[in-house]
């Protein structure tokens, strides 16, 4: 009466599968050179404002793209597309996931040329625990919390932050309000994943979001003296 | 390559055993007149806040006890505990919602007599997705969204909403702050669940905590004038 060894098996399949698409997109984007950054959080961390800011802002200097992925609705896209940026929506219907094949099929659709892109952002589904295991070929997997969630996220997720590379604080804005106490935060974060980098800033009012922008910078420019384009 | 319609199968299998445990479990909560209640939300919404205002108030008229689920840590179960009330933590591993099962075994361990509670109060794992298809045997399922969350969380995972009996909209003390659109919120999730009962509460303030509890009594008063205790 036990399925749970079969079900294992079968998402051990599903999952290689998906590292295997995940490879392929990642050579794909390097040998563009174009940086690939996905975003994960829970539901209403702030993930879309935040991309909204970041797409608007590095437009000014670079080329930028981002998918945004949701159960249902266009609202996210709909929301990006003020930024002037081209975005696409993917929706996974009752998956908590974006897949790598998702990502390669809006790719296909958009026909965008990623030799054209310096930035390409990927929104996942608002989740901390289905996107973990998902490998989306991005160079940089961003883990988002916002103050208002409490400073223990971490600590219960901590999958999700031991599978991102860096860690950003949204809605600092609001940190006053609900008494958000960043040391508990930040050790955290780092008893999850020693020396994670962490940003905190806020969409809202643009606080330290210029520190963020030149860390992309940084890496876009890594990437690209390590790549031929 | 494509082994979704297996997953699919097993899936079923899966929910299928879930769906008979819940039920024995539902017989069991019904034969002893304990009104069960599971609380579902994203991370941060305030649900375990929320749980340990309900209980701490509840406790001043009713016998009430709480099981509360997370991947990981038992910080939930030492925060509710300063309510007085019984409470034990389910730690999930990297599942992203509670089982039928697992409610069970909880259960048998800490020996509760169910024929000497009025409420049970079972906090799922903070997630919009997961949880939707898993029947824990409750009587009500209580979907939360956080006022910092945004308007549109019903129509981007309207199968939880679909789900869930009731809507909560917490952290009302938050909505100046974050210019929180009650219309807006309310109309979504009308238009996922028509005719949805929804409270606007602040577990920090009490604010419309009155009214939820006042629900809770004429639900339980409603099961015992139905059942034989």
Redesign the interface.
């Known amino acids: 009466?036990n399925?749970?060894p079969?079900?294992i098996e079968?998402?051990k399949?599903?999952l290689k599968?998906n590292d295997m698409v995940a490879r392929a997109l990642r050579e794909r984007f390097r040998a563009a050179g174009v940086f690939v950054v996905s975003l994960v959080s829970?539901?209403?961390?702030g993930k879309t404002a935040f991309l909204e800011k970041t797409l608007t802002l590095l437009r000014q200097n670079f080329r930028v793209a981002a998918l945004v992925g949701?159960?249902?609705?266009e609202?996210d896209a709909v929301r990006l597309a003020r930024s002037q940026a081209p975005v696409k929506q993917i929706t996974t219907g009752?998956l908590?996931h974006l897949e790598a094949a998702m990502v390669a099929k809006a790719l296909e659709e958009e026909k965008w040329d990623l030799n054209q892109l310096d930035f390409l952002f990927v929104e996942n589904?608002?989740?901390?625990?289905?996107p973990s295991s998902y490998d989306l070929g991005e160079d940089l997997r961003l883990v988002l919390?916002?103050v208002?969630?409490?400073e223990?996220?971490p600590?219960?997720?901590?999958?999700i932050f031991n599978s991102a590379d860096v860690a950003v604080v949204t809605?600092t804005d609001?940190a006053d309000?609900?008494e958000f106490n960043w040391d508990a935060a930040y050790g955290n974060i780092q008893a999850v994943r020693p020396g994670m980098q962490v940003f905190r800033l806020s969409s809202k009012t643009g606080e330290g979001m210029e520190d963020y922008l030149q860390f992309l910078s940084a890496r876009l420019a890594k990437l690209r003296s390590t790549v031929s384009v």
């Open positions: 009466m399925p749970e079969r079900l079968v998402r399949n599903v599968q829970s539901p209403g961390s949701d159960l249902a609705t609202n009752t908590c589904v608002g989740n901390l625990v289905c919390i916002s208002t969630e409490g223990d996220k600590l219960k997720y901590p999958t809605k609001l309000a609900v």
